[in-house]
């Protein structure tokens, strides 16, 4: 059975505090290098037309998209979608066509301009902000505990003297540990 | 012996449940009876002009069979107005707005006047023929397989009705059923008359 106090210390590394935010950053990196290597390859005109269909709403449907309803005017729009993917319209001129039709109000997910702009990209910048704020707080405070040596009083000095003074003496060692 | 004093409550307290309970059926009742009223007088629901973005736009196409065998062309028709009404014959306000229609179509029937076009809209040709002529309508109703044409005119569900001016231009979109008086009084209004 092993004795704590016989434990050699360990010599500082400096560098371990940072494993896991190194470890952090390598699990990062790597899943946004696989999220943007799986979207190399150009989609099917099937794939395409779907996806599309997720984001239109059925114009007679409450709050579903024309992929998951079987209204009439849903089985219409996946049939005129495709036959413009067939067409080679771009995603875009698609949304326009139906926009034109059935108002802005067709698409599930509001397009982005003007104000809306501010919809997607106030919460992202506001998380940068907030995580970069933190990181800042945390390197002050860490920076003002090691500038500032935490105060000891003689007595307390005294006492941490006196356990290694008898800790010294259990062991047989000579007193050569002094609190500074 | 009476149930109050088998439940052990007084004779009081017994009298005054029953007086509350009168109390809440006459009130329960007068509010039904209210509702009721209140439904049975209220006026048929009736079209409202909606605004959307082919309003100011070229009327779409609208071409193909009729309900009566024969061939139909939109642009055939410039240089008159044009009511374009989305119907199916199972859409109770379908129903609701025919005699209207009819009424309408009667009224305008001298040549160059205003003309009615129905779209079949997700419906099958031989039940949409018999509500047609079941209702005394006898205005051109195109066959529209696959929704194309309502699609084009960005229809969510009958009965949707367009007016179309001279030109081919949209100048008006409702949702609901029409009424001849709403009909004529948004065709002179169109026509700069109303």
């Known amino acids: 059975m092993s004795d704590p106090a016989h434990r050699p210390s360990r010599p500082w590394r400096p560098w371990v505090p940072w494993v896991p935010w190194v470890a952090l950053a390598i699990v990062v990196g790597v899943a946004l290098g696989l999220g943007a290597s799986r979207g190399g390859t150009a989609p099917t005109p099937t794939q395409r037309a779907d996806a599309i269909d997720a984001v239109i709403r059925c114009p007679s449907c409450e709050g579903i998209s024309v992929a998951d309803s079987s209204a009439s005017t849903a089985v219409a729009i996946r049939g005129a979608v495709a036959a413009r993917v067939r067409a080679g319209e771009s995603d875009a001129q698609i949304y326009a066509f139906l926009v034109s039709r059935y108002g802005p109000g067709i698409l599930l997910r509001p397009p982005v301009h003007g104000w809306t702009e501010w919809v997607w990209v106030v919460p992202p910048a506001a998380l940068a902000m907030a ?3 933190l990181a800042v707080v945390l390197l002050r405070r860490r920076r003002r505990r090691r500038r500032r040596p935490v105060p000891v009083s003689a007595e307390d000095r005294a006492l941490v003297e ?4 008898e800790r010294s003496r259990h062991l047989g060692q000579p007193d050569a540990m002094r609190v500074r | 012996m009476t149930s109050a004093l088998v439940d052990g409550t007084s004779p009081g307290a017994e009298v005054h449940r029953r007086h509350t309970a009168k109390w809440v059926a006459g009130v329960a009742l007068v509010v039904g009876a209210a509702l009721v009223a209140l439904l049975a007088t209220r006026p048929p629901q009736t079209a409202t002009e909606v605004d959307t973005p082919l309003v100011g736009q070229t009327a779409p196409a609208i071409g193909g069979s009729t309900l009566g065998g024969g061939s139909f062309d939109l642009a055939a028709l410039r240089g008159r107005w044009v009511v374009v009404n989305f119907f199916a014959s199972w859409c109770p306000p379908c129903q609701q707005e025919q005699p209207d229609l009819v009424a309408f179509a009667y009224a305008h029937r001298t040549p160059g006047d205003a003309v009615l076009v129905g779209v079949v809209f997700d419906d099958s040709d031989s039940t949409a023929r018999a509500f047609m002529r079941s209702t005394g309508a006898s205005w051109p109703a195109v066959f529209d397989p696959g929704g194309q044409i309502a699609l084009d005119y960005g229809v969510r ?15 008006a979109h409702f949702d609901g059923p029409m009424t001849e008086a709403s009909l004529d009084y948004w065709l002179a209004r169109a026509k700069g008359t109303g």
């Open chain 1, 162 to 165: 006196r356990a290694l003074w």
């Open chain 1, 131 to 133: 995580a970069a704020g």
């Open chain 2, 157 to 171: 569900g009958p009965p949707e009705t367009f007016l179309v001016s001279p030109d081919g231009i949209v100048v």
